[in-house]
């Protein structure tokens, strides 16, 4: 096996289109960038001290470290996944791409491991798993932009349209505006992504979503921008990724001491790591609660846009060239089923099955019977039954944590499988008034009621979640 490995190792480099040397630096650059946003995503979740998210932003620390380390990224890969795992069925929309990457990833880690016996090595990376990254960020752009397609979001009322830039202190959006605004976000996110396609183009998007992410994070989305803006950074060429490297680290050195690098090779560092990480979120959580919550965001907010800053002077000082042609080039069968089944995720709201976490958030998209809203796609197209009833809860008499839920949720609509769901977490006893399609129903024993009762199955408690169905225009994420 050793003496194919070099072999394989300058196929892999030439298919790269980078010398063997920039492998390291390039592969090391991106896991830079990549633990950056795992950090800042993790500490702005909110979530006990002691949880598997705060492992996964030690672990980001960690990498952060020795980023030439391969096991670490799978190790950060495996514990990502099953972050995502214990969120099931609501995981955050805001880091879906992170998720459903770092589950296909650990997959491929673990089967490379079973048959090679071997951690893969900086060139097998760079030539297999960065283009499925870069295809995973396009899919993302693209099923965003597509789900804006609907009059949800080319209306003057209720539209998400303007949500980013009304979050930005002292700006109004009037009302007038969220039409024109729209079309331009529109054309922005279609813009992006097929800029990103072409190699001549790619410097150029890769610009215009660094700005774009600094604007998302300045609206209050920094964990968001961090993450995003990482997989944004993979189209660049692997020359200029490994430049930027080397001026990284530079900047590293001068900032450190030697003792201090030592100490982060040590033994002791991810102990050391996780002690800090745990004390600060002691602090934050000691903290009144409006204090935390500034202090949190508003800190996320400076890093990222510095980080963003940083990356901007850069690129205008390195002057990258055209994208290296094969960026997109699929090398891997596992690769590329994982793609498949993030593509079908994404249909997922179309085709009548979930509509939540599926890269449309945000866009006022509805596809519920008798609410489908889009202008280019055909309700023809959902095939499934999970959208066909719409419950809406009106009086609960015998449970009041159940009349405080029906309460919660006057305004809205429930898609019957999610109504269904959450209702079993609720006594069986409680008599319910609600309707179905528009027609009042009474359940005298929810538990006995063949419409609300009985649950879901463990398949569909574990992947459905459906966005409530608003009896009123608004910009719902």
């Known amino acids: 096996m050793a003496r194919h490995a070099a072999p394989r190792r300058r196929m892999l480099a030439a298919a790269a289109q980078v010398s063997d040397p920039q492998l390291r630096s390039t592969y090391s650059t991106w896991v830079v960038a990549f633990a950056v946003g ?10 006990p001290v002691i949880s598997v998210q705060t492992l996964s932003g030690v672990l980001a620390c960690f990498v952060l470290l020795r980023p030439g380390a391969v096991w670490r990224l799978a190790l950060l890969c495996a514990v990502l996944a099953v972050e995502f795992g214990s969120l099931l069925p609501n995981p955050y929309s805001a880091g879906l791409l992170l998720h459903l990457s770092a589950v296909a990833l650990s997959g491929w880690f673990a089967l490379r491991l079973l048959r090679e016996r071997a951690m893969p090595d900086h060139a097998e990376i760079v030539a297999r798993v960065l283009p499925f990254l870069r295809w995973g960020l396009l899919l993302a752009w693209f099923s965003d932009a597509i789900s804006k397609l609907n009059t949800g979001f080319l209306s003057s009322v209720g539209s998400c349209a303007p949500h980013v830039l009304e979050e930005l202190p002292l700006l109004h959006i009037g009302e007038d505006l969220y039409g024109p605004l729209a079309i331009t976000q529109l054309l922005a996110e279609f ?89 600060g979120l002691t602090v934050n959580e000691a903290m009144p609660y409006e204090i935390a919550v500034r202090l949190s965001r508003w800190s996320a907010i400076a890093i990222v846009v510095a980080w963003i800053g940083l990356w901007a002077t850069l690129l205008v000082r390195l ?19 994982a793609l498949a089944l993030m593509v079908a995720n994404s249909l997922s709201p179309y085709i009548g099955l979930k509509t939540d976490w599926s890269f449309s958030q945000y866009g006022n998209l509805r596809t519920e019977a008798g609410h489908w809203n ?27 944590r159940l009349a405080g839920l029906a309460e919660r949720n006057s305004d ?30 009474f359940a005298l024993r929810l538990g006995e009621d063949h419409v609300l009762g009985g649950g879901v199955s463990p398949l569909t408690d574990l992947l459905g979640r459906w966005r409530r169905v608003p009896l009123e225009p608004t910009c719902q994420f």
């Open 191 to 279: 813009a992006i992504p097929l800029m990103l396609i072409f190699p001549r183009t790619r410097t150029a998007g890769v610009a215009l979503a660094a700005a774009w992410y600094a604007l998302v994070a300045l609206g209050g989305n920094p964990a968001n921008a961090a993450l995003m803006f990482a997989f944004v950074l993979l189209f660049l060429p692997a020359a200029t990724l490994s430049a930027a490297g080397a001026r990284l680290r530079e900047t590293g050195r001068t900032l450190t001491t030697p003792r201090l690098r030592t100490l982060a090779r040590s033994r002791w560092a991810l102990a050391g790591l996780a002690a800090v990480w745990i004390a």
């Open 319 to 337: 002057r990258p060239g055209p994208g290296d042609a094969h960026a997109l080039r699929l090398r891997d069968g596992v690769l590329v089923c």
């Open 412 to 441: 809205n609509l429930l898609v019957l499988p999610d109504a269904r769901r959450m209702l079993a977490a609720y006594d069986q006893d409680a008599s319910v008034y609600y309707e179905l399609d528009g027609v009042r129903r």
């Open 374 to 400: 889009h202008l280019v796609l055909p309700e023809a197209m959902r095939v499934f039954g999970s959208q066909d009833h719409l419950v809406r809860l009106i009086a609960v008499d015998g449970d009041d």
């Open 38 to 47: 795992v950090v800042v995503f993790e500490w702005q979740v909110v979530m």
